[in-house]
């Protein structure tokens, strides 16, 4: 018999739409269903020689693999998020076989309930704000200026009193960047009915060179979308750019009780 | 009965974004960041923070050691390269 697990993808109520058949996860594999107690769980099946904790170890380390896995994760996750709430699973979560799946159904029903009525009828949404280091703020301009003469006679002294002066100038920069992605961030929750922060993107990933203040995620009322999408565009105005994505499937917003525990209590 | 469309047809009507058109690193934080994390009887699960590190450093350093040279990327809040 071959070595396999069951991947778990996202977990849905049982008596609403189903995704269109034909649906394919991870490596291309049949997606089947379980159901259990009014829940379904979506999963494949996934050879544990790739699915493995030592296999995986590796691959997670292989961008194409990390990104062609994830693809097809989210692929699974938004067809279903499409039908109704959804309760996505953490990327590569695997079991030991479908028994299993079933078990957790049935431990953990209520709370797959309560996390899945949390997101009925909203949607996630993605803001990032960017400010440019470079764009001229009110603590910038005029460093090294006017000290012509200095620099003639000292100009090792001039060179470490401008440096001081333009660190300063980025601190202060800095600062007020951050301030404005906090304004932003407060400002959403006014319309959002959640929101969460997630870490800053290296600039190598982003591809941006500019400093992100904020890369937050927050769950809107679905008749509240365009009101959220108009309180973004207002902030991309005042001279910081703002990037919205979405609708996501609730990602940020599906953690079990016990998960937030685990989130703030473990070391 | 409405005639049958592509997956990704139907998604992009109902407001979902299809797999192929989505950002991978926005698509990464929410992936490796987000979702229902189960512990206990499985094979295994990326609930394992510095698994998560691990590959997220990774994937940086393999873009910016071309780049940059840069192989020391700190996590915190406040970003490092500042």
């Known amino acids: 018999m071959a070595d396999v697990g069951t991947y778990l993808y996202a977990v849905a109520g049982d008596g609403g739409r189903r995704p269109p058949g034909g649906l394919t996860g991870v490596g291309g594999a049949p997606v089947r269903v379980i159901a259990e107690g009014g829940l379904l769980a979506y999963v494949s099946t996934v050879p544990l020689d790739q699915f493995g904790e030592e296999p995986l170890r590796r691959s997670m380390e292989e961008l194409d693999w990390l990104g062609e896995t994830a693809r097809a994760h989210h692929g699974v996750v938004a067809a279903v998020a499409a039908t109704g709430p959804t309760a996505p699973v953490r990327l590569v979560t695997v079991y030991s076989g479908d028994e299993q799946v079933r078990d957790l159904l049935r431990r953990r029903g209520a709370d797959f309930a309560e996390a899945l009525s949390r997101v009925t009828g909203r949607n996630e949404w993605g803001v990032k704000v960017y400010v440019d280091p470079a764009a001229p703020s009110a603590a910038s301009g005029g460093a090294g200026g006017g000290t012509g003469g200095e620099a003639g006679a000292r100009p090792g002294l001039a060179y470490l009193k401008r440096r001081q002066a333009s660190l300063r100038d980025r601190e202060a920069a800095w600062r007020d960047a951050v301030a404005r992605g906090e304004r932003v961030h407060t400002a959403l929750l006014d319309v959002a009915v959640m929101g969460r922060r997630h870490r800053a993107q290296d600039p190598q990933l982003s591809g941006r060179d500019e400093w992100m203040v904020l890369n937050g995620a927050y769950l809107v009322d679905e008749n509240r979308g365009p009101d959220f999408a108009a309180l973004v565009s207002r902030f991309r105005e005042q001279g910081t750019d703002v990037e919205l994505s979405g609708p996501w499937p609730p990602y940020s917003f599906t953690e079990l009780t016990d998960d937030q525990e685990a989130r703030h209590g473990a070391p | ?82």
């Open chain 2, 1 to 82: 009965m409405a005639p049958p469309e592509p997956r990704g047809a139907v998604m992009a009507a109902e407001g979902r974004i299809p797999a192929e058109r989505v950002a991978l690193v926005d698509l990464l934080d929410r992936l490796l960041a987000g979702g229902v994390v189960i512990t206990g009887d499985l094979v295994l699960s990326i609930a394992d923070v510095e698994l998560v590190r691990i590959s997220l450093r990774a994937l940086i350093t393999s873009i910016t050691a071309e780049t940059t040279g840069m192989t020391n990327v700190r996590f915190d809040d406040e970003p490092a390269w500042r």
